[in-house]
């Protein structure tokens, strides 16, 4: 009988991805307390100021410089899902728009033609420390959405719809849509440019929390769906009586059914499905085109136009740290979690 296994390999800060994905970024930070001005109270005297991504230490300032995270940078022909499980983002754009977000809400932006913005990490909590982990999904786009307009909207994490799934033996597995279906749960509408707007494409964003010996089914798609699971907590599951342990991406065949079997710890994984964009891809940095002449003219174009230029008056901008959670929209709507 035929593996569903393609591959496992060991899980690093950047997952290995698969069409229609370009890349993915595991953030798991543990800040110190905060010292008032959303700065931590104290720095690693060993940070590479600028360019921090040592994964030796507890925490990075990544191109932070007082507040940890990523100053206003450009984007083109692409997508990011930002999936917050822990701490808060302050999100601001070109388009003058902005937020904050976090402990599990999503940031889905279409870059489209291109867009600056940035990703500010705010330290929040000066009584204890500040953890902070995030996924962060780029989802191509095919050829003919490339230069769409960029457009962005949070996911609450209220309205994001969350399936209890519970196994023979009553044991439970919870099942996190981000994106994608499973047993007629709705998933929340996809940007309107994005690949996985239309829904024979197949993108399943999903998180999954299985309870200690749980079992949990992965559906049968089709047999040119891309299949990534990330097994990023946990200690270890069984699949087709293999064991792996956590810190693993397992690449499954998407044609069959897969039985996860979860070990005797609660474990946690990302799904990353869908139908492969076969389209060529250049990427170079901030960019992902389908030609290098494409690349080429991608940095040419910001450094004429920066893609409509910076408003903020920072390059880092954050929010007053007693500000909630918000999301900012052209035309001058403000959108909040259910409850604030």
């Known amino acids: 009988m035929k593996s569903n296994i393609i591959e496992v390999g060991k899980l690093g800060f950047q997952l290995q ?87 599990g809400d999503v940031q889905w932006m279409t870059a489209g033609k291109g867009l600056q913005h940035s990703e500010m990490f705010p330290v929040l909590d000066t009584a204890k420390e500040n953890p902070l982990e995030l996924f962060q999904i780029w989802l191509n786009l095919p050829k003919k959405n490339k230069f769409v307009d960029p457009y962005y909207k949070m996911l609450w994490r209220e309205d994001i719809p969350v399936f209890l799934h519970k196994d023979e ?22 940007n309107p440019d994005s690949w996985a707007y239309d829904s024979k494409n197949h993108v399943n964003i999903w998180l999954l929390e299985m309870a200690p010996n749980a079992t949990f089914t992965l559906p049968a798609i089709s047999s040119t769906l891309n299949r990534a699971l990330y097994f990023y907590e946990g200690d270890s599951i069984k699949i087709e009586n293999q064991k792996i342990a956590a810190k693993s991406y397992i690449y499954l065949d998407g044609e069959n059914e897969t039985v996860l079997e ?79």
Not at 185 to 190: K, Q, S, V
Not at 292 to 316: L, R
Not at 335 to 340: G, I, K, L, N
Request: charged share 20%.
């Open 17 to 103: 991805v698969l069409s229609p994905y370009i890349i993915c970024f595991h953030h798991r930070d543990l800040f110190p307390a905060g010292n008032g001005r959303m700065e931590p109270s104290s720095y690693i005297s060993t940070r590479l100021k600028g360019n921090d991504f040592r994964e030796d230490v507890p925490y990075r300032m990544y191109h932070g410089d007082k507040i940890p995270g990523f100053p206003y940078h450009p984007h083109r022909g692409f997508e990011t899902i930002t999936v917050v499980l822990k701490g808060m983002i302050d999100h601001a754009d070109g388009l003058s728009l902005s937020g904050r977000y976090g402990d």
């Open 169 to 190: 033996s009553g044991l439970l597995t919870t099942l996190k849509i981000i994106n994608g279906t499973y047993n007629n749960t709705t998933y929340l509408e996809a």
């Open 262 to 340: 979860n070990q005797d710890t609660t474990s946690y994984l990302l799904l990353l499905d869908g139908e492969p964009i076969n389209e060529p891809v250049a990427a170079y940095g901030p960019f992902v085109m389908n030609t290098d002449q494409e690349i080429t003219d991608a940095y040419n174009d910001y450094k004429k136009t920066q893609f409509g230029g910076w408003p903020w008056d920072s390059d880092e901008p954050v929010h007053p740290v007693n500000r909630g959670r918000f999301a900012t929209y052209s035309g001058g709507k403000t959108s909040y979690p259910p409850e604030e």
